[in-house]
């Protein structure tokens, strides 16, 4: 996944970024709905909650970056879940794109090629394990999660 140095710059970055989490996640949504309209229906009208579950999840993977095992059995669960919900692999790429570039203005200058390069590592494994998670058979997702 991803080295100690990148590690510590996700986590550095996130800090940053941390108490803005709720309004980065707001600006993704209306990002991602801006260019890819089809994916809407993907999600309730009231989009409020799910912009605080992409915070909690940005915290949690932010958090378990040591537990790599840990992370990546979620992310399998995760997965599965977003695929019930008909998530297809193909909108993975289009969510790590618009999530970092969200991310990058955010950021702004902090926001440097090999924080770049690291939280885009992050993002492809996320998006992989998910896809794999969808695709496999996982057990469902517990309730408190």
């Not at 955010?106 to 590592?121: H, I, Q, V």
């Amino acid at each position: 996944m991803l080295d100690n140095r990148e590690a510590q710059l996700v986590r550095e970055a996130f800090q940053h970024i941390s108490l803005q989490l709720v309004g980065i996640s707001a600006r993704f949504y209306a990002r991602l709905f801006e260019r890819a309209p089809a994916v809407r229906p993907l999600f309730a009208e009231d989009i409020g909650p799910q912009t605080a579950k992409l915070a909690q999840t940005l915290t949690y993977v932010v958090s378990a970056l040591s537990s790599r095992d840990e992370l990546r059995e979620r992310l399998l669960l995760l997965g599965k879940s977003h695929a019930k919900l008909g998530a297809e692999p193909a909108h993975y790429a289009l969510v790590g794109e618009v999530l970092t570039e969200v991310l990058a203005e955010t950021l702004d200058s902090r926001w440097t090629p090999e924080l770049d390069a690291a939280w885009g590592r992050l993002l492809t494994f996320v998006a992989e394990t998910m896809i794999e998670g969808g695709a496999g058979d996982v057990v469902d997702l517990p309730k408190s999660a």
